[in-house]
Each structure stands twice: as structure tokens, then as C-alpha cells.
């Protein structure tokens, strides 16, 4: 499984160098939601990294993606970009320990 990234130009280039084979550069919602919908569907992406500012634009469409997803993969994860973490965003990814592994993490 691959892992594959959309975020900000700077966060890229620090994916891609860090291994992140398939990295997609934007800052536009819109288009973000173009490359997620040709990423969900590769059935050798496993992880996908999407920048919390783009997810906090696309979160209706996010939320719908989630709803409708029957697989476990791939697993859309949230990183803060160059701007810094945003602290309500934190929540979606206890969701996903939650949901990967069954169990909740607290503080």
C-alpha cells in the first residue's frame, strides 16, 4: 500500500521527501476534492495525508466520504501544514484511532 499526500506546496516538498511517493500540491478546496475522489478509488493507496486547513474547507465533503465509505481503506489523515496545528481539528484524528484500532486514546 502507498501512501499519498494533498496539501500545501511547502508540506509536499517535505512529504516527498521524507518517502511519500504520490504528493499532490493545492490550495484550492475544489480542486483537493478533484484529487481525493481519483484517490479513493486506487486500490493501492492505503494512507492518504490531507492538509487541515484543505480538510477544514472540505469538511461537508469529507463528512460524506466518511459516510460512505465501506472500506477501512484508505485512511484520510489530517497534518497541520506551515501555518501550525488547528486544535479542532485534533478530534478527527482520535476518530480514527478509534475506528483503526477499537479503542480511544485520552489524555
Do not use: C, F, W
Amino acid at each position: 500500500m502507498k501512501i499519498a499526500s494533498i496539501t500545501d506546496p511547502d508540506t509536499s516538498i517535505g512529504l516527498k521527501l521524507a518517502g511519500v511517493e504520490e504528493t499532490h500540491q493545492t490550495t484550492d478546496p475544489d480542486e483537493a476534492e478533484e484529487l481525493l475522489e481519483e484517490l479513493l478509488v486506487k486500490e493501492d493507496i492505503g494512507v492518504i495525508i490531507l492538509s487541515e486547513r484543505l480538510a477544514q474547507e472540505m469538511s461537508q465533503y469529507l463528512l460524506e466520504i466518511e459516510e460512505n465509505q465501506e472500506s477501512v481503506t484508505p485512511i484520510i489523515v489530517e497534518i497541520p501544514d506551515k501555518e501550525g496545528p488547528i486544535p479542532e481539528r485534533a478530534e478527527k484524528i482520535q476518530k480514527i484511532v478509534r475506528r483503526a484500532v477499537g479503542i480511544e486514546l485520552k489524555k
